[in-house]
């Protein structure tokens, strides 16, 4: 019986064959540990980052553009230098990766829960159902995630009161993206469950009365994972960035709390004119985020594949 | 066919007029036009004026209508921008986007398919594993970061290839080409390349996986017991089998490229739709938003079907049991 | 390093001849935006009729120091307080050919101030004109205009003859779904010609060889491409593709100069940025009662709490002029007294506001475009800091122009930017009539904070229609006097002219941040 | 001297929990013309020995021990390339499910055509012309018109025929057939072994025949091999070892086949099941199952003695007495 104790569980996750696959790669606990840093810094970024970008009071002019530390002219407090308004870049990327992970991860899951969902559905209850799916897919697919944002934005403004925009400029982000890109995930899913659905094992199951929901949810689900997954991954670099093309156009996040794609998209004007600093260290820490997401998607997809093991 | 072909094309309409909808609806919340149309010292009543001669205050039903009338005659209004009919401004941008599109994505697959093939033959390689890092940087650094350091390299350090533009095109009838010039195929390689990196590393990924899993079918271990070449294996059998999930992702990237055609014409000054689509958004120019995205919406439910008809073409499960394939094209 | 590497590929970029001489004296020239169309009647936007202002000419033009010279009128004279009558330039021929006469600039005034025409404001005063014989001609006005040559150097004179024959006499107009000949072709008496369009693409003008002026230019080919992202456009030029570019970014310009072959020319421009306070009853994102902006001593304590030296020297690298008044130096109205600023004094700025009854100050919106003046966004950020450290909470809102201006022209805002250049009428008025002035009919349409003050409402009729120049611009100061002290709007600076050019071209750079190519020459 | 002779043959799987042997020293020969059956529970390791003789092990699996020889020379150690030449023009192989052993996307003529060329150098007409020779040799009606069709457009009996001409089309001396009747319903097994012996006698083919379907065995083979937890535990000419087995398990095994006839005696069932890999019993794999088991039995490993006309690994046979 195995012993459902927390110790115990953790005992049999252990030596299970996915911790197994995990040890043995090294890539892959390399990635682990940069996205663990990631995290951590990003919901501890108050307390360990060297100084509070968004508080705009407390910025002085007087030192924007900043060289990183290491170079002359630079001044140790900031290490890796500051910005045009002088806020320092470690403590922006550290906040700005707050926000953007928040939005990256919430749209993606979302994106994905919607589209794996619809996708499901449409496939398997094919016909009239599904036909309407997929148009609604080709309707939204035609919108840029740019107006659907807009769209959201303009109807979020309307009915809140202005004081609670701030909040909620972060679910209309949410919203934006995720509402563009659950298309991706719908097609793939429909696909493999239109091939699923033929299977033997799916058609043994509904003879024993096995519910419909139950069917696709514990039977077809797991044999679709995998292109979830790599969409998934490589997606989550494209939630981060469309949302900073988002707070360009106003919607996203007050230009005084920027997230790291925005550092990254105002850093960019200055990639010519000398402080590189300002968006080659944002850039590198998206690329980063994005490669060990990427990778631990691939260990995962690989190690949870029924047929691989 | 025919039957699905025709219920395919309703449906096409229903999504072009859905899509015709909501951009009206949208449009309320993009600025307003007139401020762009009259000078920043224009009085209030030339204001009111201009509003009344774009019937701007019309319910939104009305001018919908309007606008469904005449999308219907091939009349797509003028563009308040720069005052020509939106008909001839999209069909002159058309070409533009479409040659850029189509050598992304066909040096996508014939950069994406080769590297996904070995990358799955050869899974612990160093050169794969270095590959595969190496694609994932592609898609993590933001495109707009990514096309700057290309022009960069290629055009600011090294002079080889024009930093901006189209090169020269040549008007071959109803199309403008830019495939016959040399200074238009030096032109299209930056910015085809920044386009397809996305989708190259999408469609690498993918046929790893699949091709993973197609090595071990029963019939890739009966082909090996008979003794048949390595290579017959792997790009006959395997690789074919490989594709035909490929396919779908493909056909519905593609659609991806044309929204990210918007930011990378945008950077190489690439005068197609999407850069049109950006002038007429910060512009707020009404009738180009709404006719490109209705040509858009057109161009994926087209895109969509030759997908599923491809399906058939492919597979020949498919193609010989004809019930069945009206059904899974639905 | 890099100095190197940058000086051993222009020397590459030569022997590969993508730099070689293009054509004998080929100018090619990159802006952000494409010019909207060929008819300078059909548009406001003030960079394409610039632009289209090589091809076609004005009765009166400005010259370098953006004095009114003659161009196609040799001579003007007072008839009567609203008679003016011109005396034009004989032996003119266009472009295909066909004589300039009198008819050709009466059927140009009609056309451009028609019902229909979208540049109708831009001639306001003129209600006819009438031709006296071949080569003098009669305006008839609404009443005494004295900047009537300042609009005029904005209206372009077309061949009669030629719109006629097109089908083009009345003013093509976007909005109302027409395109017309002129549009697309053009036919004017300017330096240059056109030779070919590609929309967004590519614009070509050749020189005209029979240009009534001995042309000081020394080009043949001007080859116009618009690249709207800056660092590509900044590319274009490093890479040797393009000879000049307009506008070239800020931040870029120590670049720019210390790469061989190009160099940067910068000078303060005629455009005024400025922000304009909400005088409403209430605020539109305010936490307290009322509307705080009412009270001068509000607006004075911002005013000094916003540190503009600081601005100058880190965000705008030391490149823009701080302005006490809402026009430039070289702006009619202008008085170097009234620019002195307010000083900045954070205590002064918290004493005020405490004496007004916001100790610890209180929040309000701001809203500023991120996409149409120099560092717009930049200036407003650093702002929200400097007020945040007096109390002021400035909550910050920065998104593109189109939205920006809906949201200021509708009063949706406590605190907006806006940039002024006084074009095409280059006058102080242009600045009272539409800023200052309370709201009336034509009057006031950039006032939505509903400033009004009666005295300086009076003193703008005034000015609109008194003739002695030196009475205008006495009673222009005056009402500037009084809007400064009352605070109404907060001048900020006048934003930089950034071109940035190869070092063979020669170009005369104004302060309208307009491009005259005909003053241009390629060593 | 034997077409294929098996000489302690051993596969082994390194995993994290140590090396785990699936064929511990098995050995048999197989004579030309003759059908060795090899039966024995799922997990016994009876397909494990036909993928080591064609070289088909999945990684990690590999031959840890003993020796392979075709006509003599050996073809275990062989270069991948030099095995690649044997598998097929050497070595048949038929798999058990018909449905996934054909490439769906390829018609029945092309896969015949491709193994047939890869082994026999010969103008594509004719290759054309043998594999339509072969689809009728295994009994596919309207052969020329059929060549061209897909395997999704045949019943599963019929590709199984397909999968057999595969096998044959580069006349190998020696077929593999891994389970190849399980997948098919009765009516059609019947068909499928007939072919199969016609097949093998007309060319003096040898064949080894792995199924856990006795009666399959009883008709087909003319030889049998009873595995057990990866030991060979008997072997011998299939119609004695049916009626009179020598190793208990055997018995065990014929036991519980019921069997038409007067008696309606109730079927004799072995307790417990099979060992894992992991946890194989010291001495006799069988002993803890075993009727007959005695004290040696549990730390004494039973090497294979020739018993009757075969031979049987069990202590009874070993002399050692009770």
């Keep these: 019986m195995s012993d459902t104790s927390f110790t115990g569980r953790l005992r049999s996750f252990a030596d299970s064959d996915l911790f197994y696959s995990f040890r043995r790669s090294k890539t892959t606990i390399i990635a682990a540990a940069a996205l663990v840093l990631l995290f951590v810094t990003a919901v501890f970024a108050p307390q360990i980052a060297p100084h509070n970008p968004f508080d705009i009071a407390g910025l002085n002019l007087l030192d924007s553009e900043l060289p990183p530390s290491w170079m002359e002219g630079g001044n140790p407090a900031y290490w890796l230098g500051t910005d045009t308004q002088a806020r320092d870049v470690v403590s922006s990327i550290f906040y700005g990766l707050r926000i953007s992970l928040f939005v990256g991860f919430a749209s993606v899951l979302l994106a994905a829960v919607l589209g794996v969902f619809l996708g499901l559905v449409g496939g398997f209850v094919s016909g009239f159902v599904d036909a309407i799916i997929m148009r609604v897919a080709d309707v939204l697919l035609s919108f840029p995630a740019i107006l659907v944002a807009l769209l959201i934005n303009g109807v979020m403004r309307g009915i809140l009161p202005a004081n609670q925009h701030e909040g909620a400029a972060i679910v209309v982000l949410v919203l934006a993206i995720g509402l563009t890109n659950w298309v991706q995930y719908a097609r793939t899913v429909r696909g493999s469950t239109l091939v699923e659905r033929q299977r033997e094992y799916v058609q043994a199951a509904r003879t024993i009365g096995v519910g419909r929901l139950r069917i696709m949810l514990t039977h077809i689900l797991p044999n679709v994972l995998g292109p979830v997954l790599v969409i998934a991954t490589i997606n989550l670099g494209m939630a981060v960035l469309t949302e900073a093309t988002l707070s360009f156009l106003g919607v996203g996040m007050p230009p005084t709390q920027p997230s790291l794609g925005t550092l990254i998209r105002v850093g960019n004007e200055y990639l010519f004119s000398g402080i590189w600093w300002v968006v080659i260290f944002p850039s590198a820490t998206l690329a980063v985020l994005v490669l060990a997401v990427n990778l631990i998607g691939d260990w995962l997809r690989d190690a949870l594949n029924p047929k691989l093991r | 066919m025919l039957v699905f072909l025709v219920r395919r094309l309703l449906q096409a309409v229903m999504v072009m007029l859905a899509v015709a909808f909501i951009a009206f609806l949208m449009f309320r919340y993009l600025g307003d036009p007139v401020n762009n149309i009259v000078s920043q010292d224009a009085t209030q009543e030339q204001r009111e004026e201009v509003r009344k001669r774009l019937r701007l205050d019309d319910p939104l039903i009305l001018q919908y209508g309007r606008f469904v009338v005449n999308a219907a005659q091939g009349d797509f209004g003028v563009s308040y921008r720069n005052s020509r009919p939106v008909s001839a401004l999209l069909a002159e941008r058309f070409p533009a986007t479409a040659e850029l599109v189509l050598v992304a994505a066909i040096l996508s697959l014939a950069l994406g398919i080769p590297l996904g093939i070995y990358t799955a033959l050869k899974p612990r390689g160093v050169l794969s594993q270095g590959l595969q890092i190496l694609s994932l940087v592609g898609i993590s650094l933001p495109t707009f970061v990514t096309g700057i350091l290309l022009i960069l390299v290629f055009s600011v350090w090294l002079g080889w290839l024009p930093s901006f533009g189209r090169g020269d095109v040549i008007d071959i009838g109803w199309w403008w080409t830019g495939f016959l010039t040399a200074t238009g195929l030096k032109a299209l390689i930056l910015p085809s390349f920044m386009l397809c990196l996305f989708q190259l590393t999408l469609i690498m990924r993918l046929v790893r996986a699949e091709m993973l899993e197609v090595l071990r079918a029963d019939y890739i271990k009966f082909a090996r017991a008979r003794g048949l070449r390595n290579r017959t294996i792997h790009f006959r059998h395997a690789l074919k089998n490989t594709l035909i999930p490929v396919v779908t992702i493909f056909g519905l990237q593609l659609g991806g490229l044309i929204a990210f055609a918007i930011i990378t014409e945008t950077v190489f000054q690439w005068p197609g739709m999407g850069a049109l689509f950006i002038q007429a958004v910060n512009f707020t120019d009404v009738p180009v938003m709404a006719a490109y995205l209705v040509m858009v919406s057109l161009l994926f439910v087209i895109i969509n079907t030759s997908v599923d008809l491809l399906y058939n073409v492919i597979d020949p499960r498919l193609r010989t049991d004809q019930t069945r394939a009206t059904g899974r094209g639905a | ?523 | 001297m034997a077409l294929l002779e098996v000489e302690n043959l051993k596969v082994e799987f390194p995993t994290r929990k140590g090396v785990l042997t699936a064929v511990d020293n098995v050995s048999f020969s197989v004579e030309q013309g003759e059908i060795l059956g090899v039966v024995g529970e799922s997990g016994a390791g009876k397909s494990m020995t036909g993928a080591a003789v064609i070289g088909l092990l999945e990684p990690p699996g590999r031959i840890g021990g003993g020796q392979i020889r075709l006509d003599g020379k050996r073809i275990d150690n062989l270069s991948p390339d030099e095995m690649r030449k044997v598998r097929g023009r050497h070595i048949g192989a038929i798999f058990q499910d018909p449905l996934t052993s054909l490439n769906p996307l390829f018609t029945v003529g092309k896969q015949l055509i491709e193994t047939i060329r890869t082994h026999l150098p010969m103008p594509a007409a004719e290759a054309r012309k043998r594999a339509i020779e072969w689809l009728a040799e295994v009994g596919i009606p309207a052969p020329d018109r059929r060549i061209d069709q897909y395997p999704h457009q045949f019943s599963g009996g019929m590709r199984q025929r397909v999968v057999i001409a595969l096998a044959l089309c580069a006349e190998p001396r020696l077929i593999i057939a891994d389970e190849p009747t399980t997948a098919l319903d009765v009516s059609v097994q019947a068909q499928i072994i007939a072919l199969l012996k016609r097949v093998c006698r007309e060319r003096n083919a040898a064949a080894i025949l792995v199924t856990h379907d006795m009666g399959v065995i009883a008709e087909t083979a003319d030889r049998v091999a009873v595995m057990y937890a990866g030991r060979l535990a008997e072997i011998g000419p299939v119609a004695r070892v049916l009626q009179k087995p020598s190793h208990p398990y055997t018995a065990g095994l014929m036991g519980s086949i019921p069997r038409i006839g007067p008696r309606p005696d109730r079927l004799v069932q072995i307790e417990g099941s099979m060992p894992r890999l992991t946890d194989i019993p010291k001495g006799c794999a069988f002993n803890p199952r075993c009727p007959k088991a005695i004290a040696e039995c549990h730390h004494l490993r039973p090497e294979l003695r020739p018993v009757a006309d075969g031979a049987a690994a069990c202590l009874l046979y070993e002399g050692v007495t009770q």
């Design chain 3, 1 to 523: 390093m890099r100095k190197f590497l940058l000086a051993a590929t222009a020397a590459a970029l030569v022997q590969l001849g993508l730099v070689g001489a293009a054509g004998a004296n080929t100018l090619r020239y990159a802006s952000a935006g494409d010019i909207y169309g060929l008819d300078p009647h059909s548009m406001t936007d003030s960079f394409s009729i610039n632009f289209l202002l090589h091809v076609y000419e004005p009765l009166v033009r400005y010259n370098k120091e953006l004095k009114i010279e003659p161009a196609l009128a040799v001579s003007w004279e007072v008839v009567k307080p609203d008679v003016i009558r011109y005396k034009l330039r004989q032996g003119v021929k266009f472009h295909d050919g066909s004589d300039f006469t009198a008819d050709d600039v009466v059927m140009s005034l009609m056309r451009a101030t028609d019902d229909k025409s979208p540049i109708k404001g831009n001639l306001p005063a003129l209600k006819s004109a009438e031709t006296v014989d071949d080569y003098t001609v009669d305006l008839h006005l609404s009443g005494p205009t004295p900047l009537l040559n300042n609009y005029l150097t904005n209206i372009a004179i077309f061949d009669a003859q030629w719109l006629e024959k097109n089908g083009a006499v009345k003013p093509v107009n976007a909005e109302l779904g027409e395109e017309g000949y002129t549009t697309t072709h053009a036919n004017g008496t300017g330096p240059f010609k056109l030779e070919s369009r590609r929309p967004d693409a590519q614009t070509v003008l050749v020189a005209n060889e029979a240009w009534w002026e001995k042309p000081e230019h020394n080009l043949t080919k001007v080859v116009h491409t618009p690249i709207s992202s800056d660092a590509t456009r900044v590319a274009a030029l490093l890479s040797g593709e393009v000879d000049i570019i307009t506008p070239s970014p800020l931040q870029d310009a120590k670049r720019i100069a210390g790469s061989p072959g190009t160099k940067v020319l910068e000078s303060p421009g005629l455009r005024t940025i400025m922000m304009n306070f909400n005088m409403r009853d209430k605020l539109v994102d305010g936490n307290v009662e009322g509307n705080p902006f009412r009270d001068v001593r509000v607006r004075k304590a911002v005013y000094q709490a916003i540190n503009m030296d600081l601005v100058r020297d880190k965000i705008m690298r030391g490149k823009s002029r701080n302005a006490g008044m809402q026009i430039a130096p070289e702006v009619p109205g202008f008085d170097e007294k009234l620019n002195r600023r307010f000083p900045y004094d954070p205590a002064a700025a918290k004493a005020l506001l405490t004496e007004a009854g916001y100790p610890n100050g209180f929040q309000f919106n701001m809203n500023c475009p991120n996409d149409a003046y120099v560092n717009d966004e930049e200036v407003c950020q650093a702002m929200t800091a400097m007020l945040a450290q007096v109390g002021l909470n400035a909550k910050l809102v920065t998104e593109a122009r189109t939205l920006h201006f809906k949201k200021a022209q509708e009063g949706q805002t406590d605190m907006f930017m806006i940039g002024w250049a006084t074009l095409p009428m280059l006058d102080g008025f242009s600045v009272l009539s539409a800023m200052l002035h309370s709201p009336e009919d034509k009057l006031g349409t950039w006032n939505p904070g509903d400033y009004k003050n009666a005295k300086v409402d009076e003193l703008t009729k005034k000015i609109d229609v008194e003739l002695d120049e030196a009475k205008r611009r006495q009673m222009m100061i005056e009402a500037f006097g009084i809007t400064e002290e009352e605070v109404a709007w907060l001048p900020l600076h006048q934003q930089p002219l950034s071109w940035a050019v190869r070092d063979n071209v020669e170009v005369v750079q104004t302060a309208d941040d307009l491009l005259r190519l005909w003053y241009t020459r390629i060593k």
